[in-house]
């Protein structure tokens, strides 16, 4: 396993996966400026790693994933800073995640509040403990979700149920976010890991040139669904001249697993 301790984080790679772990605990993995730029640069340098092919993303301890932003720092924000740490943490970090060519999913351990929830919504698969919590609380200090929450949230569960947990403020646990879409399974804290796992080993068995396709003709679908089925046409297409479409169908003739 290669291991490497950064600032705000704990990076591991263990076969194909990356374990990505927010590592602030005595802040309860709080989001500031600097975390932010050091996950960027993070999923920067593994995106071109080749040996990881799927990326497991957690909080340090077992209270929280990550629970919301460090109100310390923009406290005294003008609103032009607040402007830029909004863009910053949309375009290099959040919109990172969710558009990523390889499979991220968020094992969510505990409170997942505000720019913490933001967060695991950017990943492409949730995965939570059975005492999770999750909101966006940010109404309560007079202003809104600025990391892509009040976009992705009515993605997941519907507008009325994102504007109901926006605007009260409240969290929810997560056997009411798995039942509204939220997240994908709810298990028992000692599960949460090799869950997360198992679904990414299955990813593995299947192409990766498909799978990253996959990922952004959805993405494309939700975000302008005008071009949603052009661009799966094309992507359709263009499996096509794959290596990975040849072994596919070759495997499938010949009765074996295929070696993607």
Not at 88 to 95: K, L, N, W, Y
Not at 195 to 206: A, P, V
Not at 228 to 249: H, L, N, Q, T
């Amino acid at each position: 396993m290669q291991e490497k301790r950064y600032t705000y984080f704990l990076l591991a790679i263990w076969k194909n996966i990356a374990y990505i772990t927010v590592n602030r605990p005595d802040k309860r993995n709080a989001l500031n400026t600097l975390v932010l730029k050091e996950l960027a640069e993070i999923l920067a340098d593994l995106k071109t790693n080749d040996q990881v092919r799927g990326v497991i993303l957690t909080g340090a301890g077992d209270k929280a994933f990550v629970a919301g932003a460090d109100i310390k720092e923009f406290q005294d924000f003008s609103s032009d800073e607040a402007w830029l740490l909004s863009k910053f943490g949309q375009e290099e970090v959040m919109d990172e995640l969710y558009t990523y060519p390889k499979p991220v999913v968020a094992a969510i351990n505990g409170f997942a509040l505000g720019g913490g929830l933001e967060l695991a919504m950017a990943c492409h698969i949730r995965v939570a403990v059975e005492n999770a919590q999750m909101g966006l609380p940010e109404v309560s200090l007079g202003i809104i979700p600025g990391y892509g929450g009040t976009q992705r949230l009515p993605q997941l569960v519907g507008r009325g149920k994102a504007l109901e947990m926006i605007m009260t403020g409240e969290m929810i646990d997560a056997r009411e976010a798995q039942q509204w879409g939220l997240v994908n399974y709810t298990v028992p804290a000692d599960e949460l890991m090799a869950t997360c796992e198992r679904l990414l080993e299955k990813m593995f068995g299947r192409s990766q040139t498909a799978i990253t396709a996959a990922i952004r003709t959805v993405n494309i679908g939700l975000m302008e669904p005008e071009k949603g089925y052009e661009e799966e046409r094309d992507a359709f297409a263009a499996a096509f001249d794959s290596p990975d479409f040849k072994e596919g169908v070759s495997a499938f003739l010949a009765k074996r697993k295929p070696n993607f």
